[in-house]
């Protein structure tokens, strides 16, 4: 079963919230404060490919194995090249990318260790590995696991990785971002909540790190 097959259409509805908007604009910094140059771009796990329309990289290729999500990235984002793949196999030969984007990727992957051993082995000599993950110790992983528990889909089907999981398959990053510390039941202004939030030492909802 697609955990996603009826969220598709409406995946990116809840960024036009006020919270939703703040707090992608938030990982959209921090996210681009970390891609490197390049000409070609790969995203595994792309979803509506949301990212996809905002990234500036010439060649961007959108790897998706959920066909609702699929659909909508095709509509969406009809300049990125789409193929429905899955994270564990990639039907690409090695070396072809420079830069690969795994963003909230591995919480629904069956195989976290082998996706990324293909992240890396179609990566370009010098290539940037990009991993985006719903850090495992923040309040939103803790609201995300009660949805689950409950059986709401897709969080009934994810796991959750902290910097120190990503750490210990790939080693050290070569830098790293993070954002939105504010808790999910935050009221507004959202940036005095937000730096409450890192004040009282939580950790962040987006973890970000780049290997090479």
């Known amino acids: 079963m697609d955990p996603f097959a009826f ?3 409406a995946y990116e509805a809840w960024y036009e919230t006020p919270l939703g908007a703040y707090v992608i604009a938030e990982e959209e910094r921090a996210l681009k404060g970390l891609l490197p140059p ?3 771009l790969l995203e595994v796990g792309a979803g509506t490919g949301y990212w996809l329309r905002r990234l500036p990289y010439p060649r961007r290729v959108g790897v998706e194995p959920s066909e609702a999500m699929l659909a909508v990235g095709r509509r969406r984002a009809p300049e990125a090249t789409w193929v429905r793949a899955w994270g564990e ?3 690409f030969s090695g070396e072809s ?4 984007l795994l963003f909230t990727t591995l919480e629904f992957v069956e195989d976290v260790e082998r996706v990324l051993l293909e992240a890396r082995r179609v990566l370009r ?3 940037a590995l ?3 993950v719903l850090e495992a110790l923040s309040p939103w992983a803790a609201l ?6 409950k059986g709401v889909l897709p969080w009934a089907r994810a796991r959750f990785l902290a910097r120190e999981d990503l750490k210990a398959l790939l080693g050290p990053p070569e830098a790293e971002g993070e954002a939105v510390f504010l808790a999910p039941e935050a009221n507004p202004p959202y940036e005095e909540a937000d730096q409450a939030g890192r004040r009282a030492g939580n950790r962040p909802a987006l973890y970000l790190g780049r290997w090479r």
Request: zero cysteines; hydrophobic letters at 40%.
């Open 125 to 127: 000599p010098g290539g």
């Open 89 to 91: 196999a990639l039907p």
């Open 38 to 40: 390049g000409e070609s």
């Open 130 to 132: 990009v991993v985006g």
């Open 144 to 149: 995300y696991r009660r949805l689950g528990e």
């Open 97 to 100: 990318f420079d830069v690969v």
């Open 7 to 9: 969220l598709a259409e």
